[in-house]
Nanobody, 122 residues
Framework: QVQLVESGGGLVQAGGSLRPSCAAS????????AGWFRQAPGKEREFVAG???????LYADSVTGRFTISRDYAKDMVYLQMNSLKPEDTAVYYC????????????????WGQGTQVTVSS
């Protein structure tokens, strides 16, 4: 069983940066696809970014060029560098992991974290 724990959310002004982290425990996720989703109040959860070993990182159109996903495989960590933040980026950000890379973007993933709040003020 894999446990995912996010941290590093917070409150930032528009144009600022944050770098949420996701720590995996219980079992290594080095062979898993991993990614980030977000859910804003009153909206459905949406894919933000994803990556897996040997694959090209994927990004939602709304964050391309501003967000960068990365992993530290030795530490079983997943990061999301978020730059040029906008108020519309405000949401709870969730980390997810899946044994099947092709399924990551669907949101029907094997493991989820509890989420970390990101709030961007205008």
């Amino acid at each position: 069983q894999v446990q995912l724990v996010e941290s590093g959310g917070g409150l930032v002004q528009a144009g600022g940066s944050l770098r949420p982290s996701c720590a995996a425990s219980g079992r290594t996720i080095e062979n898993y696809a991993a990614g980030w989703f977000r859910q804003a109040p009153g909206k459905e959860r949406e894919f933000v970014a994803g990556t897996w070993s040997g694959g090209t990182p994927l990004y939602a159109d709304s964050v391309t060029g501003r967000f960068t996903i990365s992993r530290d495989y030795a530490k079983d960590m997943v990061y999301l560098q978020m730059n040029s933040l906008k108020p519309e980026d405000t949401a709870v950000y969730y980390c997810a992991a899946d044994r099947t890379p092709g399924r990551l973007r669907s949101g029907d993933n094997d493991y989820w974290g509890q989420g970390t709040q990101v709030t961007v003020s205008s």
